[in-house]
């Protein structure tokens, strides 16, 4: 069983910064690429972010491009996204996710999820 926990979530006010982490159990880390998600408030789950097996390869929503930075740490079996210049729009429960296929967009492509971690930006 694959376990993903999200933490580093809170309160910060409008260009600020949060550092997120996604913890995952068990030896096969590395086997995954990783991807993190958000959910506002009365809508759909949507990308926010993936990143490759090795760490080599990113990808970003348009929406959070030069602002956000996905990274991992495979000794560390963890995943981060780092969060600079907050806007009150990227208040959201975030989510990681892993899969076995490339990276991708696709929610449904996402075998495993973590519980979520609650982001909220004041203006």
């Known amino acids: 069983q694959v376990q993903l926990v999200e933490s580093g979530g809170g309160l910060v006010q409008a260009g600020g910064s949060l550092r997120l982490s996604c913890a995952v159990s068990g030896r096969t880390f590395s086997r995954y690429a990783m991807g993190w998600f958000r959910q506002a408030p009365g809508k759909e789950r949507e990308f926010v972010a993936a990143i490759s097996r090795s760490g080599g390869n990113t990808y970003y929503a348009d929406s959070v491009k030069g602002r956000l930075t996905i990274s991992r740490d495979n000794a560390k079996n963890t995943v981060y996204l780092q969060m600079n210049s907050l806007k009150p729009e990227d208040t959201a429960v975030y989510y990681c996710?892993?899969?076995?296929?490339?990276?991708?967009?696709?929610?449904?492509?996402?075998?495993?999820w973590g519980q979520g971690t609650q982001v909220t930006v004041s203006s």
């Open positions: 996710a892993a899969t076995y296929l490339v990276p991708t967009k696709k929610l449904g492509e996402y075998d495993y």
